[in-house]
């Protein structure tokens, strides 16, 4: 990572842990809704987040780093799904900007929480980087990410995204299932009188 040159918006993703939680998104929308729900388009889902952490239409510059399990190599809830041959050093641009793939692989030496937690310290400490928005696995290392993220700079936008709200940190906090729901195409509307 030291090679890279950061840009000044950031987004981080436990690439694995977001696969699960969209495909239990759409085991239970379907259930409730009756219908089939498509996978994820992650452009749409990308454009999301970067909203929902603070980013508005523009020339921006994003970068997107996806952690995941070598061992997998594929999302199985999202389109496009190939880790290393579609997503990783490919890049889109609509009305936000541009957004830079780069898939990065856990290694056998280390796991999900310690990779991305150092990911996520090393990506803040870059003084060029100045929103940073994270998905981590907050059901299992949240308060590695409140370690990671308890000495960073106040000129530094830092937004988690959880499922649910977590207790208190140097951050700001939104919840996951929106931007997944709306990549998904599942719309308020279909909600209204579901149980």
Request: net charge negative; hydrophobic share 40%.
């Amino acid at each position: 990572m030291e090679k890279l040159q950061w840009s000044e918006n950031v987004i981080l993703v436990d690439a694995d842990y977001v696969d699960k939680v969209a495909f239990n998104l759409i085991v239970n929308f379907e259930r409730m809704l009756g219908r089939r729900i498509p996978q994820a388009d992650i452009a749409k889902w990308i454009d999301c987040i970067a909203l929902d952490g603070g980013l508005r239409e523009g020339d921006n510059r994003v970068q997107v780093v996806l952690v995941y399990d070598k061992t997998k190599g594929k999302l199985e809830n999202f389109v496009p799904a190939g880790l290393d041959d579609e997503l990783n050093g490919k890049a889109f641009k609509d009305n936000i900007g541009e957004f830079l793939f780069s898939s990065l692989p856990v290694e056998d030496m280390t796991d999900n929480e310690h990779l991305f937690c150092d990911a996520l310290m090393h990506i803040c400490s870059q003084k060029q980087v100045k929103r940073v928005m994270a998905v981590p696995d907050a059901e299992t290392y949240y308060d590695g990410v409140r370690r990671a993220l308890k000495n960073v700079d106040d000129d530094k936008r830092v937004t988690v995204f959880a499922m649910q709200p977590m207790s208190g940190g140097n951050f700001r906090q939104e919840i996951l299932g929106y931007s997944l729901m709306a990549a998904l195409g599942i719309h308020s509307e279909e909600l209204e009188g579901c149980e």
